[in-house]
């Protein structure tokens, strides 16, 4: 486990940008954090790192963004979800077994589709108003593969 705190929103990007670098196709980031705990920015910021030049936003309504980068990258927000079962409809499987990179915020809440092996990314709050607890962990050979590259590029 990987544990960083940050104290401005341009310091969780930074994090993001190193991150979305080392991202490849079929990679699944799973993101769990209260509203404004800063799912979002890390997520412009993966995207950035993956080389996708469009602005990217909360899916809330859609549930679903596609953009092209590196890779195609889909990234799902799924709090207003009402039951798993709309994940079916939406064919979730077709991103989560893709060659693209599949980033979900609210992940948490579909825990039981998720796969076994993803990275998983909890944003907490700290005392100062600014402040993030960012603490990420994968499971699986590859997930602990970019965790080790993540805590190589973070003391360089
Ligand atoms: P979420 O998607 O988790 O609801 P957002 O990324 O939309 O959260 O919002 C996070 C808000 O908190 C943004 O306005 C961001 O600028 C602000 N913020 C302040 N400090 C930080 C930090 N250390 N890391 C990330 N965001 C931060
Ligand atoms: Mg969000």
Redesign the pocket.
């Known amino acids: 486990m990987l544990t960083i705190v940050?104290?401005?929103?341009e310091?969780?990007k930074e994090i993001g940008y190193r991150l979305g670098r080392i991202l490849q196709g079929g990679d699944i980031v799973c993101?769990t954090?209260?509203?404004?705990?800063?799912?979002?920015?890390?997520?412009q910021a993966l995207a950035k790192g993956l080389d996708v030049d469009d602005y990217v936003t909360?899916p809330t309504f859609t549930l679903i963004n596609e953009y092209n980068g590196r890779y195609p990258v889909y990234h799902m927000d799924v709090y207003r979800l009402e039951d798993v079962d709309e994940m079916y409809d939406l064919g979730y499987e077709e991103y989560f077994y893709s060659d693209g990179v599949t980033i979900v915020?609210w992940a948490n809440l579909i825990e039981e589709i998720l796969p076994e092996e993803r990275l998983n990314i909890q944003?907490k709050r700290g005392k100062e108003?600014?402040?993030?607890e960012i603490n990420i962990y994968g499971k699986g050979e590859r997930y602990e593969e970019i965790i080790r590259n993540l805590k190589s590029v973070s003391s360089s």
């Open positions: 940050t104290n401005s929103a310091e969780t993101l954090g209260d509203l404004g705990a800063g799912k979002t920015t890390l997520t909360s915020e944003l108003g600014n402040e993030r």
